[in-house]
């Protein structure tokens, strides 16, 4: 990547830890799948490749969504807000599973007198998708 292709990236307000939160919607129905967090370097790769790289906090490393799932996000578009601290990537979900429990996506629980309740099918088990069983 050259300097002047990079620019972009000198755009976004990085947090204190270098990381900006990163949103990623279906681009075909409009659901939004998770919110995960990038640094620089998952940003650059999520433009290179195509296929949307995250940063996890958890464990302190660079990781391309789906690399052992098979549920890659294929990149539509990726816009940045009007404070330029916030990502939204615009994807196409392969095999229909964002979450690593196995859901359609990460935001199947919600808010009901009080609790959070599981308002969305599991869509495959964890332990039939990854070796370590999540």
Known sequence: MTAASARFLDAVRWNADGLVPAIAQD??????LTLAWMNREALARTQESGVVHYWSRSRGTLWQKGEQSGHRQHVREIRIDCDADAVLVMVEQEGGIACHTGHARCFFRRLEDGEWREVEPVAKDPAEIYADGR
């Open 27 to 32: 681009a075909a129905s409009g659901r939004v």
